[in-house]
């Protein structure tokens, strides 16, 4: 496997587990429709959480969370809706950002780093 995807997965690993040790229980990882996908699903309490991990070695070009763009966010969105519709759920939802720091071993998590239209 290529470096920078090794990488990506061992971060979002990290990112299940400090997580999982916050009390979210994980419904679903890498979860796809169309061409969209969503790293982790998640409960957290009674809201429906959708996680995007960004994992990086260093921040000389953004922190992790920067990298989660317009573009992105419209995405994950779009994956939501289609969540949401598949599977009938009517409550709260959020979506969070957690940030993997390789190089330090350090992790950050922003709940409600954006929201839906």
């Known amino acids: 496997m290529v470096d920078h995807l090794d990488a990506g997965k ?3 690993n990290l990112a299940i587990e ?10 679903a990882v890498n979860w796809r429709y169309k061409h969209w996908e969503v790293d982790v699903i998640a409960s957290d309490e009674k809201t429906l959480v959708f996680v995007e991990v ?7 070009y ?3 969370s920067e990298f989660v763009d317009h573009k992105k ?3 994950l ?6 969540y949401i ?11 969070d ?21």
């Open 10 to 12: 061992f971060g979002e």
């Open 18 to 27: 400090y997580i999982n040790g916050l009390g979210y229980q994980i419904i």
């Open 54 to 60: 960004k994992s990086r070695k260093s921040n000389l």
């Open 62 to 64: 953004g922190t992790p």
């Open 73 to 75: 966010q419209h995405n």
């Open 77 to 82: 969105i779009q994956a939501a809706d289609a």
């Open 85 to 95: 519709e598949l599977n009938n759920y009517e409550g709260e939802i959020r979506f």
């Open 97 to 117: 950002i957690v940030s993997v720091y390789l190089g330090v071993n350090k992790i950050e998590l922003i709940k409600d780093a954006f929201w839906s239209n």
